[in-house]
């Protein structure tokens, strides 16, 4: 049982691994630089109250 | 219900920008802090006990409790006004420098990094020693520990924390079951405590070894200033912080009692003090099959939620530095669907598994030790400049500390006590880190920050500090 437990860890540990490369990929090619990397420093903070919770 | 959510979280929440996903309380704040922190009464507390005695460890319990105290207390009030990702980082930017938070912002990342293939380790050996199968590695157990819970994180903030939360509290009630289970208003039924901590045995190095177990009694509370990491996630950062962090800490004090009560009064200091599994085996020293399950399901959880806290953790830190381009800024990316910093978390991803194949338990976790004591110096020398610059009644603060200073001094002496007892068992590792931290400096002020846009770093809207 447990070295089957094993072969399901590695199975499961690859095919993730496989959805975040292929998901990275499609974001990636599908948003440009400039949207992804648009985070900035305290300005959430400067806006949140304006949302509602 | 958030912008986001009514968007479908496919859009960006604040006109053309993507940013990071504003939806956790204080339940997630104490998810995240308990999380990365429980792990260290699973095992690593009693490690002391082989340095000083089981007496040590609980002296060590009380003292390090103290430290952490501290910590929590400067933590909440300047986070609850740098409210940003990369928490002490952030912190570090705008009260010291930039050469402080580059530091410390690689602080944050090599402690939750190592404490994350500890985590794994663990799990991975824990897995191993129950089934009792020869051939069996815990190679595949580490991989998918790590693994499945990137792709946790990957996929966004308010399942991780929410799974963390979950797990967490069903390990914290095993402790709490295994307490009560043993009957500890009686001693001599199941507990002998009387009979294997006696005045002979108490202290068998005197109080050098009461010194050389701070080293590992900073396991008792490891991790718990992680809280501030999710500064930029939580809805009320003011309110959450201090409440999720302060609520962590007397949790860990409580769990910390518990623990060493119940596994000091069932082991011999010498067992206790080398065994990796010290709750596991205070289970089935109690003869009960469901106790020793129970344990047994309990430590693979904490770790597996201190490995989850930390991804997180490390993740934002990481991502911090690329969005003030002390790193890449490539790294500073934000996944458009789940609003995860995705680029970081798969970066450290593959650091975080070579690691975990190829170091053993004890450097690693020397190395996350050795990288949370370097923050909290700084933590105890950035309150006396944030208090100094910025004085109560000049900006707004969620929380202030009191005593001060008296925590912040008692911050700094106890992490000089834990630097010479981390010197007395690993005096190597922790030159070699200190030389490591020193010529990274030189590469930051000599090469790498000419990249930063110096203005755009500085974000809160602050009045100029005192003395400027």
Same mark, same amino acid.
Request: contains cysteine; hydrophobic residues 50%; proline residues 4%.
């Given at each position: 049982? %447990?070295?089957?437990?094993?072969?399901?860890?590695?199975?499961?540990?690859?095919?993730?691994?496989?959805?975040?490369?292929?998901?990275?990929?499609?974001?990636?090619?599908?948003?440009?630089?400039?949207? =992804?990397?648009?985070?900035?420093?305290?300005?959430?903070?400067?806006?949140?109250?304006?949302?509602?919770? | 219900?958030? $912008?986001?959510?009514?968007?479908?979280?496919?859009?960006?929440?604040?006109?053309?920008?993507?940013?990071?996903?504003?939806?956790?309380?204080?339940?997630? +704040?104490?998810?995240?802090?308990?999380?990365?922190?429980? @792990?260290?009464?699973? #095992?690593?507390?009693?490690?002391?006990?082989?340095?000083?005695?089981? =007496?040590?460890?609980?002296?060590?319990?009380?003292?390090?409790?103290?430290?952490?105290?501290?910590?929590?207390?400067?933590?909440?009030?300047?986070?609850?006004?740098?409210?940003?990702?990369?928490?002490?980082?952030?912190?570090?930017?705008?009260?010291?420098?930039?050469?402080?938070?580059?530091?410390?912002?690689?602080?944050?990342?090599?402690?939750?990094?190592?404490?994350?293939?500890?985590?794994?380790?663990?799990?991975?050996?824990?897995?191993?020693?129950?089934?009792?199968?020869?051939?069996?590695?815990?190679?595949?157990?580490?991989?998918?520990?790590?693994?499945?819970?990137?792709?946790?994180?990957?996929?966004? +903030?308010?399942?991780? =924390?929410?799974?963390?939360?979950?797990?967490?509290?069903?390990?914290?009630?095993?402790? @709490?079951?295994?307490?009560?289970?043993?009957?500890?208003?009686?001693?001599?039924?199941?507990?002998? =405590?009387?009979?294997?901590? #006696? !005045?002979?045995?108490?202290? &068998?190095?005197?109080?050098?070894? +009461?010194? $050389?177990?701070?080293?590992?009694?900073?396991?008792?509370?490891?991790?718990?200033?992680?809280?501030?990491?999710?500064?930029?996630? +939580?809805?009320? /950062?003011?309110?959450?912080? *201090?409440?999720?962090?302060?609520?962590?800490?007397?949790?860990?004090?409580?769990?910390?009692?518990?623990? %060493?009560? @119940?596994?000091?009064?069932?082991? *011999?200091?010498?067992?206790?003090?080398?065994?990796?599994?010290?709750?596991?085996?205070?289970?089935?020293? #109690?003869?009960?099959?469901?106790?020793?399950?129970?344990?047994?399901?309990?430590?693979?959880?904490?770790?597996?939620?201190?490995?989850?806290?930390?991804?997180?953790?490390?993740?934002?830190?990481?991502?911090?530095?690329?969005?003030?381009?002390?790193? /890449?800024?490539?790294?500073?990316?934000?996944? /458009?669907?789940?609003?995860?910093?995705?680029?970081?978390?798969?970066?450290?991803? *593959?650091?975080?598994?070579?690691?975990?194949?190829?170091?053993?338990?004890?450097?690693?976790?020397?190395?996350?030790?050795?990288?949370?004591?370097?923050?909290?110096?700084?933590?105890?020398?950035?309150?006396?400049?944030?208090?100094?610059?910025?004085?109560?009644?000049?900006?707004?603060?969620?929380?202030?500390?009191?005593?001060? !200073?008296?925590?912040?001094?008692?911050?700094?002496?106890?992490?000089?006590? #834990?630097?010479?007892?981390?010197?007395?068992?690993?005096?190597?590792?922790?030159?070699?880190?200190?030389?490591?931290?020193?010529?990274?400096?030189?590469?930051?002020?000599?090469?790498?920050?000419?990249?930063?846009?110096?203005?755009?770093?500085?974000?809160? &809207?602050?009045?100029?500090?005192?003395?400027?």
């Amino acid at each position: 049982m %447990w070295m089957g437990l094993s072969y399901v860890c590695w199975g499961i540990s690859v095919v993730l691994a496989l959805w975040m490369l292929y998901d990275w990929f499609k974001v990636d090619t599908t948003y440009s630089e400039d949207v =992804l990397t648009s985070s900035r420093e305290g300005e959430l903070e400067a806006v949140s109250e304006k949302h509602r919770i | 219900m958030t $912008a986001a959510v009514e968007t479908g979280l496919t859009t960006t929440i604040h006109g053309d920008r993507v940013s990071l996903l504003r939806v956790l309380g204080p339940a997630h +704040v104490w998810a995240l802090g308990v999380g990365i922190v429980l @792990v260290g009464e699973f #095992t690593g507390w009693n490690f002391s006990a082989d340095k000083g005695g089981a =007496l040590a460890a609980l002296i060590v319990c009380w003292i390090v409790g103290l430290l952490y105290t501290s910590v929590a207390m400067i933590d909440s009030e300047v986070t609850s006004t740098v409210a940003a990702a990369g928490g002490q980082y952030a912190q570090a930017k705008h009260i010291v420098g930039p050469l402080m938070a580059f530091n410390v912002a690689l602080f944050l990342v090599f402690a939750y990094t190592m404490l994350e293939v500890s985590d794994a380790i663990l799990l991975g050996d824990t897995i191993v020693a129950k089934a009792g199968v020869e051939g069996l590695t815990h190679n595949s157990f580490i991989a998918a520990t790590i693994v499945v819970l990137a792709w946790l994180n990957y996929r966004g +903030v308010l399942m991780t =924390l929410n799974v963390n939360f979950v797990i967490t509290a069903i390990a914290y009630v095993s402790i @709490v079951i295994l307490f009560f289970s043993v009957s500890p208003w009686t001693q001599g039924a199941v507990l002998k =405590l009387n009979e294997l901590v #006696t !005045p002979g045995n108490a202290l &068998p190095y005197g109080w050098i070894g +009461v010194i $050389a177990a701070f080293q590992f009694g900073i396991w008792y509370y490891l991790g718990i200033e992680g809280t501030t990491q999710a500064a930029e996630e +939580v809805r009320s /950062p003011a309110r959450s912080l *201090p409440y999720g962090t302060m609520a962590g800490m007397i949790t860990l004090l409580i769990a910390a009692a518990m623990t %060493w009560y @119940v596994c000091a009064s069932l082991m *011999p200091w010498e067992y206790l003090g080398i065994t990796y599994y010290p709750l596991w085996d205070a289970g089935k020293l #109690t003869g009960s099959p469901l106790l020793e399950n129970l344990l047994f399901i309990a430590t693979l959880l904490a770790a597996l939620a201190s490995a989850n806290g930390c991804i997180n953790d490390a993740a934002r830190a990481w991502f911090s530095l690329g969005r003030d381009r002390y790193l /890449p800024s490539w790294f500073s990316a934000v996944h /458009p669907k789940y609003r995860t910093p995705y680029r970081s978390i798969l970066f450290l991803l *593959p650091i975080a598994l070579a690691f975990a194949f190829i170091a053993d338990l004890n450097q690693a976790i020397t190395f996350s030790i050795l990288s949370g004591v370097l923050q909290y110096t700084f933590m105890s020398i950035n309150i006396m400049m944030f208090r100094k610059k910025w004085p109560l009644g000049t900006i707004r603060r969620g929380y202030t500390h009191p005593f001060h !200073p008296l925590p912040a001094i008692v911050l700094f002496c106890l992490c000089m006590v #834990t630097f010479f007892a981390i010197f007395l068992g690993f005096g190597s590792q922790l030159i070699a880190m200190t030389v490591f931290y020193f010529l990274i400096s030189l590469w930051f002020h000599f090469y790498r920050y000419r990249f930063v846009r110096r203005g755009d770093q500085f974000s809160m &809207p602050w009045p100029k500090p005192q003395g400027y």
